[in-house]
Structures are given as structure tokens and as C-alpha cells.
């Protein structure tokens, strides 16, 4: 039986309370402890110390809130995972954040990791992507990966087997195997259609409320943009990849895209929901492209004064832009 959320919440800050007495010197007697989403928190009157609950990089958005909020000393961050891709972005957007990565009951200082090379587009793939550019679906590269996408859901993508490059169509990889299974031999561009003609319905404006709708909402938005790059106020979108890859197409991950405005190179970063990690994933995008600046497009309700906050921190000019969903309604594909 699992710990109920109180006991968890418990054990997270004597944890806490441990490492900042033993490994940071805090005076607990003159502390604050309290646990947030994100993890732990004991506010000292020298040094903050933050231990996080999981590995989610989207954590340090929520301690450089906390931190502002409380007007915390210098802060130590201690992570078990993703230690180093936080410590990469803390350096950009908190250079006095200390993160510290944890291994059992030993904390030791984590160097940022490098930022990950993507990986090369296979070769001999020219007459799959024509499908797709025929299809009424966007081709989206992104990790040497090869996608097709109806207003932002991946519907099928290139993948190498045995036999050299095929088109696997479908919502996911399991999708795509039992489609694979299915249907072996079947032409990929009859059933790319088929697959359009079935979840397009569900990916247009006033669709009652599906699970196909509420899939990749940040990339749905993004290809709006593409469309319609006045949305941004930018001309000459190109696509961009995260930085780390997207792991899954439920993982919630910016899409982003690089444009201009005038002379000037705008990186876009779309984005749904309240997304604590939107501004320190801006960070990896920021530094290997070099824009001249930054903006958020999110769903009007979306336009929360944290971003703002966040985004106050990027080394370049950042604002946010609220455009109208298209999932509620007020706007057609």
C-alpha cells in the first residue's frame, strides 16, 4: 500500500530538514519548512534549501517562483534527477542557484550537462515525406524522427525496419503497431487518409470535447502560428526542436519555432496549460539559436503574471502573446 499524500508530504520535509541541517549548515531552529508541489522547501536566514519530489525539469520554474516569492537567500537545490539539465538552465536564468545532485543520503555539486545533438534524418525517405506532403497533414522533424501531423497530433511517422524506411500510421507506437499488424501490405497513403478523415473531425474548431482534442494542445497552437504567422506578429516560421527531444506524445514539451520580425530573429515557444518549465526550456532553444528574442504564445487564459515573471529572467527581450484556443470555439483551423 502506497503512502498516503500527508505522510509522503512528511517524510519529503525530514528529509529536508536533514540535508539543510547536515549538508548545508542550517539553523533549523530559526528555519521555515514547508512542501510544495515541487518538493521541500526550508527557508533559513542565510541559504535557502530546496529538495525536489521527482525528476521533472519543469520543477525549477516553480523554485525560482518560490524563491522570489519569499525573498529567499541564496538558494541550494537538491535533485535526484535531471540534475544536470537544471543545473544547464539555472546557470542562464539563476546564476547564484546552486544545484546539487542527490545519490542516496550523498549530495554532491551537478555539473551542467551539455545540451543533447540531435540525431541525423535517415536517408532515402524522399517518396514517404511526398505522402505526407500530399496528405492534409505537416511534415515535423524532430530528432532525426520524421513526422506527420494533423494541426499538431502526430497521425503516423517514418520509421526503419528490416526492409529499409516505411510510414506507420496511427496515434502512438502502439497505434501504429496494431495498424502495422492490421492492415501489412496496405498502401501507407490509403491509409494515412483513412486516418485523416477519422481524427480530423476531432481536431477542428467546436468538436465536442474529445481525447484526440486534448492531445498536444502546445503543438495545435503552434501550427496555427504556421499558418497564420500574424498570430506571433512574425513572418518566415521554421520549424525548431525541444531541447531535450520530446519523449513521448503525451509528454508536454513547448513547440517552438524560429521567425523574423523585420530584421529581427524571433524564437516562438507555444505552449497550453500553466507550465512551470515553459520559460527554462526557452533556455536551451535561446542559447543555440541566438534570437533576438522571445515569445510565449499561449491560450489567453494562459497569460499568467508568472510567466511574465519567468520570462523576465531570459538574457534576451521576452513577452507573451494570448491567442484564442482552437479547441474552444472562437477560432477555425
Not at 530546496?50 to 525573498?71: I, K, N, Q
Not at 540531435?118 to 511534415?139: K, Q
Not at 494533423?150 to 529499409?164: F, M, P, Q, S
Not at 474529445?210 to 518566415?236: C, M, Q, S, T
Amino acid at each position: 500500500m502506497g503512502l498516503d499524500a500527508d505522510r509522503t508530504a512528511e517524510l519529503e520535509a525530514a528529509r529536508a530538514r536533514a540535508l539543510a541541517r547536515d549538508r548545508f549548515q542550517v539553523e533549523l531552529n530559526d528555519a521555515h519548512v514547508t512542501t510544495l508541489p515541487f518538493g521541500a522547501c526550508v527557508l533559513g536566514t542565510e541559504r535557502a534549501v530546496v529538495v525536489l519530489s521527482g525528476d521533472d525539469p519543469a520543477a525549477l520554474g516553480g523554485v525560482l517562483l518560490w524563491a522570489e516569492r519569499v525573498a529567499a537567500p541564496a538558494v541550494e537545490m537538491v535533485a535526484a534527477g535531471a540534475a544536470g539539465l537544471m543545473a544547464r538552465r539555472a546557470s542562464v536564468l539563476d546564476p547564484g542557484l546552486r544545484v546539487w545532485r542527490l545519490d542516496g543520503t550523498d549530495v554532491e555539486p551537478a555539473p551542467p550537462d551539455a545540451p543533447p545533438v540531435p540525431h541525423p534524418v535517415p536517408e532515402g525517405i524522399e517518396s514517404l515525406v511526398a505522402i505526407i506532403e500530399r496528405s492534409a497533414s505537416d511534415v515535423v522533424v524532430e530528432d532525426g524522427i520524421v513526422r506527420a501531423e494533423l494541426a499538431g497530433l502526430e497521425i503516423a511517422r517514418i520509421v526503419a525496419d528490416e526492409n529499409g524506411p516505411v510510414l506507420e500510421v496511427g496515434v502512438g507506437r502502439f497505434d501504429r503497431e496494431a495498424g502495422a499488424l492490421l492492415h501489412a501490405g496496405r498502401d501507407p497513403e490509403t491509409a494515412l487518409g483513412d486516418v485523416i478523415d477519422r481524427l480530423g473531425p476531432h481536431r477542428r474548431t467546436g468538436a465536442p470535447s474529445h481525447a484526440v482534442n486534448r492531445i498536444g494542445r502546445e503543438r495545435w497552437i503552434r501550427h496555427l502560428v504556421v499558418h497564420d504567422p500574424g498570430l506571433a506578429g512574425v513572418h518566415d516560421p521554421a520549424l525548431v526542436e525541444p531541447v531535450p527531444p520530446r519523449r513521448s506524445l503525451l509528454d508536454d514539451a513547448p513547440a517552438s519555432l524560429l521567425a523574423r520580425d523585420g530584421g529581427r530573429a524571433v524564437l516562438v515557444m507555444c505552449s497550453a496549460g500553466v507550465d512551470l518549465g515553459l520559460v527554462p526550456a526557452a533556455v536551451d532553444l535561446v542559447v543555440r539559436h541566438q534570437p533576438d528574442e522571445v515569445r510565449f504564445v499561449v491560450p489567453e487564459r494562459d497569460q499568467l503574471p508568472h510567466l511574465e515573471r519567468l520570462a523576465s529572467r531570459l538574457p534576451v527581450p521576452a513577452t507573451v502573446v494570448g491567442v484564442p484556443p482552437p479547441w474552444d470555439g472562437t477560432r477555425q483551423n
